[in-house]
């Protein structure tokens, strides 16, 4: 089955307590992307990848890095938490923009205390 | 600059009702993509369907349909005789570059029995 699998689902952490948020697509998809979604405000890319080891920055990028060291996986890592990254985070996936339609994962929601 | 407007916040409506959701869309692009993107009570992102700039006729599919303007920059999507199950979270979202995907802030949906 296609599919774009993010775990966990759900993580409730301390600030500064280093994490990552694990993203996987079996889709064979170029392009990756990691939005955060906040009441009102929709959806927001945090960082993007148009290809294996490629990586820029979207709109909300401060306070995550991440890597794409193979095609299929985009982890999100937040080196140092805090209460403003409390969120629920999406990771999608699709051929490449701006046509292609975006394959989303199941969401992770984060609670950073 | 890129900006997808989604002016009801929230929209209550009884089933059976016919609702009308709107997206009014900012770019100078010619070449451009529209998406709308259901998300239910459950969380994940349901992908609905996808539009190019050059195709203005309009889309139905069952209950749904949507009408696309150029004239007013706007994608409107419409729920003929809803259903509780249609009570969700909606985004409109535009693409028009190799690198992002501009999202909505989302219109609220409540359809009661």
């Known amino acids: 089955e296609a599919q774009v699998t993010q775990n966990p689902r759900y993580l409730i952490t301390v600030t500064g307590k280093k994490l990552t948020v694990t993203c996987s697509q079996n889709?064979?998809?170029?392009?990756m992307s990691w939005y955060r979604q906040d009441p009102g405000l929709g959806l927001r890319q945090i960082y993007y990848?148009?290809?294996?080891?490629?990586?820029d920055k979207g709109d909300v990028p401060e306070g995550y890095k991440v890597s794409r060291k193979e095609k299929r996986n985009f982890p999100l890592i937040l080196e140092s938490p805090s209460p403003n990254q409390t969120s629920l985070y999406f990771c999608?996936?699709?051929?490449?923009?701006?046509?292609?339609?975006?394959?989303f994962g199941p969401g992770t929601r984060l609670t950073v205390l | 600059a890129q900006k997808v407007t989604q002016a009801q916040t929230e929209i209550s409506v009884v089933e059976k009702e016919d609702v009308t959701l709107d997206c009014v869309y900012e770019?100078?692009?010619?070449?451009?993509?529209l998406f709308w993107y259901k998300q239910p009570p459950s969380g994940e992102l349901v992908f609905l369907i996808r539009?190019?700039?050059?195709?203005?006729q309009n889309e139905i599919s069952g209950r749904y349909s949507w009408n696309f303007q150029k004239s007013t920059s706007s994608f409107n999507f419409t729920i003929t005789a809803s259903q509780v199950v249609d009570s969700a979270v909606y985004f409109c979202?535009?693409?028009?570059?190799?690198?992002?995907?501009?999202f909505g802030p989302g219109t609220s949906l409540s359809v009661i029995p």
């Open positions: 889709m064979n998809h170029e392009y």
């Open positions: 990848s148009m290809n294996v080891e490629v990586t």
């Open positions: 770019t100078r692009d010619t070449t451009y993509y």
């Open positions: 539009r190019n700039s050059f195709d203005e």
């Open positions: 979202a535009l693409s028009t570059s190799y690198d992002k995907v501009i």
């Open positions: 999608a996936s699709s051929f490449g923009l701006p046509g292609d339609t975006q394959y």
